[in-house]
């Protein structure tokens, strides 16, 4: 039987359909953000401890690359699921590609560690993009219950996250890095296996390619992916081998430049080639106002993994009572405000538009950037203690986290809902997968930024995190002048050409 999703309301009110999508990402980001808070760590780690003994500057800019590399193969993963396969397999198959990188990583051989990372990447750019444009699709562009539905599926997100970091972090404390790595291949399974038993709720949803290829574009475009494979293996062996001297300081500037030319031009492909009309070129405009405010966010919040994580090792009281919190632990702080938060907030849009207060997406993202920005200036006077060689206490962190999360349940849930409403629905996959760019300029920003960190002379990290503060507060006052145009722009989405804006 045909379950109408417009008025089925079995899961706090939403589809039933979303416990698919929602648990499926939860246990992904299990996986994800259980192995993301110890890699700075294991990589700065001396090989005696068990590490790869990296400086910071190249580990930060390794941890850039790769969080960053993980949000740009959205961008191909949501081509390949609107042109070649459709949004259900690209779960499905990236899920698989995760697992088996994970299980690389448990591996304890230093060799593998890279390839492990390779496939993590190549994996969450198939899964990423097409598990969040999923979400949106369970939904009219008329139901109001999408960006309440967004922020339960981000809630889902922070629950895997935080089991990810309770569990990964005490296995690497007690019985060492691989077996950490190891957990986060069973998360991902678990998430595959509830996939899979429950995919019938979401029938009808992405389980065909939007725009499908003709027949002889799909062959071309699998000889392309093909192709790129095969390069990318011989790439990786020839930097194994030694034959080509890796710097990953030089290459992260470069990508970072390279990943913001291929968003501005992908962008633009799409606005002037993709047969726009009047009120779908607006909700662009103010779509890429969006994208804007989520780098500039994830550029500062991305922190949280790189420089706060080793400010939490090397410069925190960890001590509770007897017990070290284990520093991997610091990182589910964000979660666990998270979770707490997110019914709130995901009633606070919806009792919002009940009383026809609705803010526009642009005052919700600047809003989230300017908070998020105000706990770096928690940071610029917890680093001014700890420059001083004091330990600082644990409690820096959590307002800092706190800061942070708030701003990231102001940003991050509604850009996504956002991204969902104002994207063409002919582009949908793309344009997630454009967005999710967003994240990997902004983490690649965040690597090197963490890179200039020196353990050895913590005197320059006010500085550093005061920076930070400013521009983001900038940026987020000039989105709020600006939204009272784009505003306007975002009330054309999904409105028929001609419309005009009240």
């Given at each position: 039987m045909t379950i109408d999703r417009s008025t089925d309301r079995r899961f706090f009110g939403h589809p039933l359909a979303l416990t698919t999508v929602a648990v499926t990402e939860l246990w992904e980001r299990m996986s994800f953000y259980g192995m993301r808070a110890l890699l700075i760590i294991f990589m700065t780690a001396a090989i005696q401890e068990g590490g790869l003994g990296l400086t910071v500057a190249a580990a930060g800019a390794i941890y850039g690359l790769y969080t960053g590399s993980v949000y740009f193969f959205g961008l191909p993963g949501g081509w390949i699921a609107d042109r070649l396969i459709g949004g259900q397999k690209a779960v499905w198959y990236g899920g698989i590609i995760i697992m088996i990188g994970h299980i690389i990583l448990a591996i304890p051989f230093k060799s593998t560690f890279f390839i492990g990372l390779i496939f993590v990447v190549l994996g969450t750019g198939l899964l990423k993009p097409n598990v969040g444009a999923m979400v949106g699709e369970l939904y009219s562009t008329e139901d109001k219950r999408r960006d309440s539905a967004y922020t339960i599926y981000y809630m889902g997100i922070n629950i895997g996250s935080v089991i990810g970091y309770m569990i990964c972090g005490y296995l690497q404390t007690t019985y060492g890095y691989h077996y950490a790595f190891g957990a986060a291949a069973v998360g991902m399974g678990l998430g595959l296996v509830f996939y899979k038993y429950s995919g019938h709720l979401i029938d009808g949803v992405s389980d065909k390619p939007k725009t499908p290829l003709s027949d002889k574009g799909i062959r071309l475009a699998w000889l392309i992916i093909g192709t790129f494979l095969v390069i990318l293996t011989l790439v990786s062996s020839v930097i194994y081998t030694g034959t080509i001297t890796f710097d990953p300081s030089v290459v992260g500037e470069n990508v970072a430049y390279i990943f913001a030319v291929v968003f501005v031009a992908y962008f633009a492909y799409i606005f002037f080639n993709g047969n726009l009309n009047y009120n779908e070129k607006r909700a662009m405009g103010a779509l890429f106002l969006i994208c804007i405010a989520s780098t500039c966010f994830w550029s500062g919040f991305e922190?949280?993994?790189?420089?706060?994580?080793?400010?939490?090792?090397?410069?925190?009281?960890?001590?509770?009572?007897?017990?070290?919190?284990?520093?991997?632990?610091?990182?589910?702080?964000?979660?666990?405000?998270?979770?707490?938060?997110?019914?709130?907030?995901?009633?606070?849009?919806?009792?919002?538009?009940?009383?026809?207060?609705?803010?526009?997406?642009?005052?919700?993202?600047?809003?989230?950037?300017?908070?998020?920005?105000?706990?770096?200036?928690?940071?610029?006077?917890?680093?001014?203690y700890a420059a001083s060689g004091l330990k600082v206490s644990m409690n820096w962190l959590v307002a800092t986290y706190f800061l942070h999360t708030v701003g990231e349940l102001c940003l991050s849930p509604v850009a996504l809902s956002a991204v969902s409403k104002l994207s063409p629905k002919r582009f949908a996959g793309q344009m997630m997968g454009l967005f999710v760019l967003t994240y990997s300029m902004g983490n690649i920003i965040a690597g090197l930024l963490a890179g200039q960190f020196d353990p050895s002379n913590v005197k320059q990290m006010p500085n550093l995190y005061l920076q930070i503060a400013i521009f983001c507060i900038v940026v987020g006052v000039v989105l709020i002048i600006l939204s009272v145009k784009t505003g306007k722009w975002e009330k054309l989405a999904g409105k028929a050409p001609g419309t005009v804006s009240p």
């Open positions: 922190q949280a993994g790189s420089s706060l994580n080793l400010f939490g090792r090397d410069y925190t009281q960890r001590m509770w009572g007897d017990f070290e919190v284990p520093t991997g632990w610091l990182q589910s702080i964000n979660s666990y405000i998270l979770i707490g938060l997110s019914p709130f907030f995901a009633a606070l849009w919806i009792n919002l538009a009940k009383r026809m207060i609705e803010p526009s997406y642009s005052i919700k993202c600047a809003i989230g950037l300017v908070i998020m920005a105000s706990g770096f200036i928690v940071m610029f006077f917890a680093s001014q």
